[in-house]
C-alpha cells in the first residue's frame, strides 16, 4: 500500500508544482494519472522516488516512511521501485545489456561494480528480461542503434532487472506512435498483473487510460481534481481536468 | 518627415564621430607599436635582412666533405713612407693571389686576384689585420668562386685598419668531396625533436590521466546535489588530516619493513607471487559481489578490518615490486645495449613506485577515513537529539574550521616565515574555531549544506589561478626544482595540461544529457556507480577530442618551452638565434614546421576514426 499524505512540492522560482494531494494505491493496482502539461504528473511520480525532494507531506508504503529516509535507506528503497521514462533516458554510447544490468545497480557490490564486472546470475537474468520483451537478439548493440520503441523495451527490461515491488512510469509512451504505444503498455499490463507489480503510469490518451487502468488520479494546477473509475470522467469532470475549452477526442 | 531628416543626419554625424574616434585610438597605436618603415629602407638593414633569409632559406641540413685552400697575400694599409714593397714572386704550380696596388690607403679598393686554385671552389676573401691574426675582417661582397681555370678576381674595400705593419688578405676555397650527408646541426635536431615528441605525450598522458578525476569536482551539475549536515561535514574534514597522517606513518612503516625484508631476492620474488594472490581472494571474500540485505555488524566489522589487513599486505607488495623493478632495471640497463633503455625506464618506474606509494596511500587512507566519519556524522544527525546534536554540531564546526585555518597559517608560515605563533597557529585556530562556531549557531542542526558547492568553487577558483600562469613560467619554477632539462619541460606542461583539461572537460561533464543520470539514480545506485554509468559513456568523445586538442598544443608548447630550460629542440633553436647561426635555426624551424603538421594530421585522422 503506497500512501500519499498531503503532499506538496515548491520549487526554488516559488512554482506549486504540488498542492497538499492526497491518495492511496494499494498494492497491485494498475493506476493512472492524468492531466495537462504542467499539471504535476511527473513531479508527483518523482517525490515517491525521492528524484525530487518534496517540500511538505508524507510518502509511506508498506509501513516505510520516504519522506524521511536517509540517503542510505532511500537507495535500499529506490531498488525496489522500478522507473521508466518519457525518452527512455538510456544512455546512448553504452550496450543494451550495459543499460539492463544498470538496473541491478543498488544490490550488486559497488567495488565490483565500478570496473563493469556483475555476477554471472545478473547478467544471465539480463538476457531473460530482453528475451520477455522481445528484443533478445538486440542484447550486444549500443543503444542509440535501436528505434523508440525498441528502446523503451530497454527501459522496462531496467525497471524489471530491479526486481521491482511498484514501477513509476512517466509517459511512457508519449514519444511512441500510437501502435508502439499498445505493445509497450501491454508490457507493463502484463508485469502489473502477473507479476503483481502496481504500477504507476502517467498518460496523455484517455482511451489508453480505459483500456489499461484499474483506477485513475487526475491533477490540475498540482491539485487532485479527481480519483476513482476511468469510467466515471464524464464530460463534466473532463472539462474540469482538462480546462473549460479541450474536447474530447477519439 | 522633417523629424526623421534629423535623426538621420544625427546618425551620420555619430557614425562619424566613433570613425573618427577609431582613427585616432588607431593613430595611437601606431606610436607605441613604433610603427618605422624608414627603418626598413635603410640599406644596413636590408642587406642584413636579405643575409637572414637567405639562411633560414638553407636549412643547415646536409653538408659535404671538404678540402680546404688558403692562400695569404701580404698588403700596407697605408703604403709606408718608403713606397710600395716588392712581392714576392710566385712559382708556376701553386695556387696564388696579386693585389693590385699592392698597398693602399683604407677605404680604397683593391683588385685581388687568384690563380693556380682549383676550378669551381668556392670561399671567402678576408683580411687579416697585422696586429690581431685572430680575428679576421670581413670584407662585404667577399666570396670568390674560380672558373674552370681556377681563377677569380674580386674588388675589395679595404677595412679602416690602418697599421705600419705588414697586413694579409686571406683567400679560403673550398671544394665538395662526394656526395652530401647529414651535418652535425641535422643529427642535434634530430634527437631534440624526438625530445621534443616525447614530452609533450608524457605531458599530455601524465595531465590527462589527473585532470579526468578533477573535472568532476569541477562540474556544477555533478556538484550541486552533495549536500551533507554540518556534523558530516565537520567529521569529514578532521578525518583528512588524521587519516593523512596515520596512513603515511603506517605505510611509511611498511616501506621500511619492505626494505629490511627486500635484500633478499627470494623475499621479493616470493612476495611478489603470493601477495596478489592472497589480496585477491582475500578482496574477493571481503567484497563480496551482491548482498541484497545488509550483513550483521559483526561481519561488516570483520571485513573491514580484513580489508584494512589486505590493503597493508598490498603496498608491501607494492614497496617489494619497486625494488625488484630497481634491481631489474639496473640490471637490464648494463645488460641490454641499444634497448637499456627499458631497463631504464623499469628502474625509474620503480622510483616512483617507492617514493609515491607511501604518498597515495595516506591520501588513499585520508579520504576513506574521511568518508567512514562523514557517514557517522550523517548517522549522529539522524539519530542524536536535538539538544546533543546541537552541542556536538558545535565543537565539531570548531574543530574542523580550526583545523583548516591552522593549515593555512601553516602555509603562510612556510611562505612568508614571520616567525610569529600569534599570526601562524594562534590567530588562526581562534579565527577558524570562532567562524566554525558561528557557522553550526546559525545553521539549523539537520539541515543538509550545500558542501559540494563549496567544494565546486575551490576547485574552479584554483583551477583558473593556475591556468592563468603559463606553462613557460611554470616550467621556470620546475628547471629550479628538477634541473634544466626535458623533464621540468614535462613537468611544466603537465600541470598546465591538468589545469586546463580540467576546466574543458569539466565544461563537456555540464552539458550531459541529465536524463540517464536520473534513470541510473532512480535504479538505487550510488554517486561514484551514477558517474562510471550515467556520466562517464557521454563525455568520452569529447574527452578524446579535447585529449587530442591538448596534445597538438603540447607539442607546440615543447617545442618553445627550452627557452627557459625546458628541454626539448627550444634550447637548440634558441642557442643558434644567440649565436646568429640561422642556417641552424632554421633546421629547428623546419623540424618544428614538419612535426606540427604531422601531429595535427595524425590527431584529425585519429579524432575521425575513434569518435
Given at each position: 500500500m503506497l500512501q500519499i499524505k498531503n503532499l506538496t512540492k515548491i520549487y526554488d522560482g516559488g512554482v506549486k508544482a504540488l498542492d497538499n494531494v492526497s491518495f492511496e494505491v494499494p498494492d497491485g493496482e494498475f493506476l493512472a494519472v492524468i492531466g495537462l502539461s504542467g499539471s504535476g504528473k511527473s513531479t508527483l511520480l518523482r517525490c515517491i522516488n525521492r528524484l525530487i525532494e518534496p517540500t511538505e507531506g508524507q510518502i509511506l508504503w508498506n509501513g516505510e516512511n520516504i519522506t524521511s529516509a536517509s540517503q542510505d535507506e532511500m537507495r535500499r528503497i529506490r531498488r525496489k521501485i522500478g522507473m521508466v521514462f518519457q525518452h527512455f533516458n538510456l544512455v546512448h554510447r553504452s550496450k543494451v545489456i550495459t543499460n539492463v544490468l544498470a538496473g541491478r545497480l543498488g544490490y550488486v557490490n559497488p567495488a565490483w561494480s565500478l570496473i563493469n564486472r556483475f555476477p554471472k546470475e545478473d547478467i544471465e537474468k539480463a538476457l531473460q528480461q530482453l528475451k520477455r520483451v522481445g528484443i533478445a537478439d538486440k542484447a550486444y548493440q549500443r543503444a542509440d542503434e535501436l528505434s523508440g520503441g525498441q528502446q523503451q523495451r530497454v527501459g522496462i527490461a531496467r525497471a524489471l532487472m530491479q526486481d521491482p515491488k511498484m514501477i513509476l512510469a512517466d509517459e511512457p509512451v508519449a514519444s511512441l506512435d500510437p501502435v508502439l504505444a499498445h505493445s509497450i503498455m501491454s508490457h507493463l499490463e502484463d508485469i502489473n498483473k502477473n507479476d503483481g507489480v502496481t504500477v504507476l503510469c502517467s498518460l496523455h490518451f484517455l482511451d489508453l487510460v480505459h483500456r489499461y487502468a484499474d483506477r485513475v488520479v487526475a491533477l490540475n494546477g498540482g491539485k487532485l481534481v479527481f480519483e476513482g473509475n476511468p469510467k466515471d470522467i464524464d464530460d463534466k469532470k473532463f472539462k474540469e481536468i482538462y480546462g473549460r475549452d479541450a474536447e474530447r477526442v477519439g | 518627415m522633417k523629424n526623421t531628416k534629423k535623426t538621420s543626419i544625427w546618425k551620420s554625424a555619430r557614425v562619424g564621430l566613433f570613425a573618427f574616434l577609431g582613427m585616432v585610438i588607431f593613430a595611437y597605436g601606431f606610436q607605441t607599436t613604433q610603427v618605422d618603415f624608414e627603418e626598413l629602407r635603410s640599406e644596413r638593414r636590408q642587406e642584413s635582412l636579405v643575409r637572414v633569409m637567405r639562411a633560414l632559406a638553407h636549412p643547415d641540413l646536409f653538408e659535404y666533405e671538404q678540402v680546404e685552400e688558403v692562400v695569404n697575400a701580404s698588403l700596407y694599409v697605408p703604403c709606408p713612407a718608403a713606397g710600395a714593397p716588392e712581392m714576392a714572386s710566385q712559382n708556376g704550380a701553386d695556387p696564388y693571389l696579386t693585389l693590385t696596388p699592392a698597398c693602399a690607403a683604407p677605404g680604397e679598393t683593391v683588385r685581388v686576384e687568384g690563380f693556380n686554385f682549383a676550378p669551381n671552389t668556392t670561399g671567402p676573401v678576408r683580411f687579416i689585420p697585422g696586429n690581431d691574426p685572430a680575428n679576421t675582417v670581413s670584407l662585404g661582397r667577399d666570396n670568390a668562386e674560380t672558373d674552370e681555370n681556377g681563377h677569380f678576381v674580386l674588388d675589395l674595400v679595404l677595412p679602416?685598419?690602418?697599421?705600419?705593419d705588414v697586413q694579409f688578405i686571406r683567400a679560403t676555397l673550398r671544394r665538395n668531396l662526394g656526395l652530401p650527408h647529414f651535418s652535425q646541426s641535422a643529427y642535434d635536431t634530430w634527437s631534440k625533436i624526438v625530445e621534443t615528441v616525447f614530452l609533450a605525450l608524457l605531458a599530455t598522458v601524465f595531465g590527462t590521466v589527473l585532470a579526468i578525476p578533477m573535472s568532476f569536482i569541477a562540474a556544477r551539475n555533478l556538484m550541486k546535489p552533495v549536500k551533507s549536515p554540518l556534523a558530516s561535514i565537520g567529521l569529514s574534514v578532521l578525518g583528512w588530516p588524521v587519516g593523512i597522517w596515520f596512513g603515511y606513518s603506517i605505510f611509511s612503516w611498511v616501506g621500511v619493513l619492505s626494505a629490511q625484508a627486500g635484500s633478499n631476492l627470494w623475499v621479493n620474488l616470493l612476495s611478489i607471487f603470493a601477495i596478489p594472490v592472497i589480496t585477491l581472494y582475500g578482496f574477493r571474500w571481503a567484497v563480496p559481489p551482491e548482498e541484497p540485505n545488509l550483513p550483521s555488524r559483526l561481519v561488516r566489522f570483520t571485513r573491514l578490518a580484513a580489508l584494512f589487513g589486505l590493503v597493508v599486505l598490498a603496498f608491501f607488495g607494492l614497496f617489494q615490486l619497486a625494488s625488484l623493478f630497481q634491481v631489474v632495471g639496473t640490471a637490464l640497463q648494463a645488460g641490454l645495449g641499444a634497448f637499456g633503455f627499458l631497463g631504464y625506464f623499469l628502474f625509474q618506474v620503480g622510483d616512483i613506485v617507492a617514493i609515491s606509494t607511501a604518498g597515495l596511500g595516506a591520501l588513499a587512507v585520508g579520504a576513506a577515513l574521511s568518508s567512514f566519519l562523514g557517514r557517522i556524522g550523517q548517522l549522529a544527525t539522524e539519530r542524536l537529539p536535538l539538544a546533543t546534536l546541537k552541542a556536538l554540531n558545535l565543537v565539531l564546526a570548531a574543530a574542523a574550521m580550526a583545523t583548516i585555518f591552522g593549515l593555512i597559517g601553516q602555509l603562510i608560515e612556510w611562505l612568508y616565515q614571520p616567525g610569529n605563533p600569534v599570526y601562524t597557529v594562534w590567530g588562526p585556530l581562534i579565527i577558524g574555531a570562532t567562524l566554525g562556531m558561528v557557522l553550526a549557531v546559525f545553521t539549523k542542526a539537520k539541515e543538509a549544506l550545500p558542501v559540494g558547492m563549496v567544494i565546486y568553487s575551490v576547485t574552479r577558483t584554483f583551477l583558473n589561478a593556475l591556468r592563468s600562469v603559463e606553462a613557460l613560467v611554470m616550467a621556470i619554477v620546475f628547471v629550479i626544482a628538477v634541473g634544466i632539462g626535458p623533464f621540468a619541460g614535462m613537468m611544466a606542461l603537465g600541470l598546465h595540461t591538468i589545469v586546463s583539461l580540467a576546466k574543458l572537460y569539466s565544461e563537456q561533464v555540464e552539458s550531459i544529457a541529465s536524463g540517464p543520470l536520473e534513470a541510473i539514480e532512480a535504479t538505487g545506485a550510488n554517486r561514484l556507480q551514477t558517474i562510471i554509468y550515467a556520466v562517464i559513456p557521454q563525455i568520452v568523445p569529447p574527452y578524446i577530442s579535447y585529449t587530442m586538442y591538448r596534445w597538438d598544443i603540447n607539442v607546440r608548447m615543447s617545442t618553445i618551452i627550452g627557452f627557459v630550460g625546458g628541454g626539448g629542440i627550444g634550447f637548440l633553436l634558441q642557442q643558434n638565434i644567440n649565436l646568429l647561426n640561422y642556417r641552424g635555426a632554421s633546421a629547428q624551424m623546419l623540424a618544428i614546421a614538419v612535426v606540427v603538421s604531422l601531429m595535427d594530421y595524425i590527431s584529425s585522422e585519429l579524432r575521425e576514426r575513434v569518435i
Open positions: - | 679602416k685598419r690602418p697599421s705600419d
